[in-house]
Nanobody
């Protein structure tokens, strides 16, 4: 079984910063994508940022230039540094592990964390 454990959400004022962390646990052989998606009330889940195991990042248009993603493959962790936050960033943020392969398995699967709330408000 695979678990994605998120931490770091909370309440922050507009213009502030927040860091989200996620770790993947289980008998994991490899993870190609690790990153974050978010879902605001009444909206579809959208890409925030992902990073490949090779270190290539992809950012959603609304966060480019403000958020920074990083990961440590050996620790199976991914971090999202969020800067210049606005109320439009308020959402539940979900950790994502894509094309994950377990030891002894051949197939790739995607996994999601439980989500962590980020609220940007004065």
């Amino acid at each position: 079984q695979v678990r994605l454990v998120e931490s770091g959400g909370g309440l922050v004022q507009p213009g502030g910063s927040l860091t989200l962390n996620c770790g993947a646990f289980g008998e994991i052989f490899s993870i190609y994508y690790m990153g974050w998606y978010r879902q605001a009330p009444g909206k579809q889940r959208e890409l925030v940022a992902t990073m490949t195991s090779g270190g290539t990042p992809t950012y959603g248009d609304s966060v480019k230039g403000r958020f920074i993603i990083s990961r440590v493959n050996a620790k199976k962790t991914v971090t999202l540094q969020m800067n210049s936050l606005t109320p439009e960033d308020t959402a539940v943020y979900y950790c994502y592990a894509g094309r994950l392969v377990l030891f002894g398995a051949r197939e790739e699967n995607d996994y999601w964390g439980q989500g962590t709330q980020v609220t940007v408000s004065s």
